[in-house]
T-cell receptor, first 114, second 113 residues
């Protein structure tokens, strides 16, 4: 069975500092990995994904994530946080083989303080 | 243009009633989904349709019945609403391959009193 762990419910960071939102996953085969962001009272917006190839993927709004197969992690990062980055962030995984659903982590609330 | 739209945005109803939520996507995607987000923001897949055919049906009570009249629409009908059905319901769509990201609608906040 697929699963995603986001170990932090909340991450606080000062504006201008680098941020990291952690994600680890478990799948039986190879993973497709995604990050989504949810602003208050809005739907989820796609940020970036890892499918294959380069382990460092770049996405929207200056975010990037690094796929680490040995640690089964896909942490979201940004070099310099903005107050407008404050939102709920979801990591999601799907097994590459078969018709399996996308499984989401429980979400991490990011708060960027001015 | 809204890519994935849902109506209504808010729905307040009493226990025992039957209600429907509509979803439409104009992205030309073959696959559509319904998700439930509970009060703790936990997001879980309910159903997935590909070209009007049901391909994923997670452990959802049979009071919930999705209907796909065409591949651009996936409606959710809920019978005999219960307090525990209160949540935000999101519709999403994507191309059929699992490597593609999903596009989410704005959500429907259902409150059962």
């Amino acid at each position: 069975a697929q699963s995603v762990a986001q170990p932090e419910d909340q991450v606080n960071v000062a504006e201008g500092n680098p941020l990291t939102v952690k994600c680890t996953y478990s799948v039986s085969g190879n993973p497709y990995l995604f990050w989504y962001v949810q602003y208050p009272n809005r739907g989820l917006q796609f940020l970036l994904k890892y499918i294959t190839g380069d382990n460092l993927v770049k996405g929207s709004y200056g975010f990037e994530a690094e796929f680490n197969k040995s640690q089964t992690s896909f942490h979201l990062k940004k070099p310099s946080a903005l107050v407008s980055d404050s939102a709920l962030y979801f990591c999601a995984v799907r097994d590459m083989g078969g018709n399996t659903p996308l499984v989401f982590g429980k979400g991490t609330r990011l708060s960027v303080i001015a | 243009d809204t890519a994935v739209s849902q109506t209504p945005k808010y729905l307040v109803t009493q226990m025992g009633n039957d209600k429907s939520i509509k979803c439409e996507q104009n992205l030309g995607h073959d696959t559509m989904y319904w998700y439930k987000q509970d009060s703790k923001k936990f997001l879980k897949i309910m159903f997935s349709y590909n070209n009007k055919e049901l391909i994923i049906n997670e452990t959802v009570p049979n009071r919930f019945s999705p209907k796909s009249p065409d591949k651009a629409h996936l409606n959710l009908h809920i019978n005999s609403l219960e307090l525990g059905d209160s949540a935000v319901y999101f519709c999403a769509s994507s191309p059929p391959r699992g490597s593609y990201e999903q596009y989410f609608g704005p959500g429907t906040r259902l409150t059962v009193t």
